[in-house]
């Protein structure tokens, strides 16, 4: 019974902000200022979500995260395929090798600046594939990868190589389509990490019309930040101006991250199928 | 038989030169930027390049442990990276408690449902994290109205801004983003347990307590232990997102871990050099913690970690 109320509480404590939120959305604006909006939406409607598709910058935003989303997503999808069934090549040239240099990169760390200023040098700051090829290359997936086709039946290659199919053949012929559930999982795992990335941009791009989603959001929530230090600190007759600027920041602050978090939730069930399987084959890693 | 050798020497050259484009890839990104640690050694200042700038030897390295401002700053910085790190590790038995409860649960449905709706916020960025703190917390937000409505309070509480108990509460964030998540990974070992045990167990007269003390929570521990020395290896390592965003000027003394000390050195004052010599110490103790971590697993369990 206590493990009832307790973990009722646990997910309470997990859905309520996300629903808070976004009943403050849909709700009367004043109402929603004034903190009366706490269990159920008042006053419904959808303006907040229209002038929020005005705000600067967002829809350009939204371009670039989905940009990074997909392409980033099919090109480490795509490598960790590859290399995943290369590395299972037993008489590859210092397989071995080559394995560990990239599994050990999981291990150590630069550091932010000195992999900041390799950017730079690369020129791959204000440039879109800064968001991308960093991250072409990752050596967890690829451990995954492995981990999958060391799984698969061999008499399934060999029958194909005794017909004379090359090894990039069996790959694409063969080997792909049997690996689809753990590439499910590979696209998952890169698609939120892609969404959700903030440190990159930080890092990599002043040119304002390279901004994610995530950064804007950044952005947004520091100026309403300040705005409503402002209002604090000031004397209370030239406080309503303030107030009233800092309430239309915060509508638009709650709309945009629940445009943000939208597409997390969208693909969610689907991936909740698959990472439970991932990470137990991450954990078994070779 | 020549010719039959050659061809199979030269298909496993091959094999390596599909993939030498993508380890080329691996050398830019991740061991080129090692190359950056000259940096430390250098007067670097940014319109330059660094073959204009001074060569300083170990001056930045010196001025760590010498110049008392900075050592005023490291140590407050290491006492927030120990508290945050320590607070963590003194408390990463709670996601296994949570899936032996979990566990517990009888009705398959409500238990899915837990499980799925806690493991959500570990799929959210920090950014949003600190997005949705902020529509809870701020002056007009769910708390303060709350707390004002059952007249606990008669001015709004500036929680974010606090500057009390900003370990405590960074410790809350990150629990609630990740503890749903951390428990998969036992809620998946508890499914592998053998049937048999329990049934045996429960036929010898064992109460729930007994089992979940002499059956669950052993099986458990091969795990719990190897997650326990990867928190150990990255206890100087809590990255800088979380942190970053929930920064301000009032909690900044108490909220700046190592890793956001090193951005905010480069970035926000432009130390350039002395934020990368920081960075390669902090490197180089993260990779001896590694080893030592790793020594300890193969020491006590007989298995390495990595």
Known sequence: MICYIIFTICAVLCVYPFYYVFINTISANDLSARGKILFWPQGIHFHNYVSALRVDGLALAAEVSVARTVIGTVLTVSVAAFLGYMFTQENMWHRKLWYRMIVATMYFNAGIIPWYLTMRNLHLTNNFWGYILPAVVSPFYIILTKTFVESIPKALPEAAQLDGASVLQIFTRIMLPVMQPILATVAIFSAVGQWNAFQDTLLLMTDTKLYSLQFILYQYLNQASSLSSMANNSSSSSLANAVATTQTATSIRMTITIIVVIPIMLVYPIFQRYFVKGIMIGAVKG | ?306
């Open chain 2, 1 to 306: 038989m020549g010719i039959l050798k050659d061809r199979k020497k030269w298909d496993s050259f091959k094999m390596f030169l599909y993939i030498l484009p993508f380890l080329a890839m691996v050398l830019i990104f991740s061991y080129y930027p090692l190359y950056g640690w000259v940096y430390a050694f250098f007067d670097y200042r940014p319109p330059k390049s660094l073959a204009k700038c001074a060569f300083v030897g170990f001056k930045w390295f010196r001025s760590l442990v010498s110049n008392p401002v900075k050592v005023q700053q490291i140590v407050q910085v290491l006492e927030n990276t120990f508290a945050m790190s320590g607070l963590t590790l003194g408390t990463s038995w709670l996601p296994m408690l949570f899936a032996v409860f979990l566990n517990e649960i009888r009705s398959v449905k409500f238990r899915k449902f837990v499980q799925t709706v806690t493991t959500l916020p570990n799929f959210i960025s920090w950014v949003l994290v600190y997005s949705i703190a902020f529509c809870l917390f701020n002056s007009t937000g769910m708390m303060n109205s709350f707390l004002m409505n059952i007249g606990w309070i008669k001015e709004p509480v500036l929680f974010l801004q606090s500057t009390n108990h900003v370990w405590f509460t960074q410790w809350l964030w990150l629990t609630w983003k990740n503890l749903g998540w951390a428990a998969i990974m036992y809620i998946a070992a508890i499914s592998g347990i053998d049937e048999e045990m329990y049934e045996a167990a429960r036929v010898d007269g064992a109460s729930r307590f007994q089992i979940i003390n002499f059956i669950t929570l052993p099986s458990l521990l091969p795990t719990y232990f190897v997650l326990l020395m990867l928190n150990i290896a990255n206890f100087l390592s809590n990255g800088m997102e979380q942190y970053y965003v929930f920064q301000n000027a009032f909690n900044k003394d108490y909220i700046q871990v190592l890793d956001l000390y090193v951005y905010n050195l480069a970035m926000g004052s432009g130390s350039y050099s002395v934020s990368v010599a920081l960075s390669m110490l902090k490197s180089v103790i993260s990779v001896i913690l590694l080893f030592f971590a790793n020594g300890m697993s193969k020491l006590i369990r007989g298995e390495s970690i990595l």
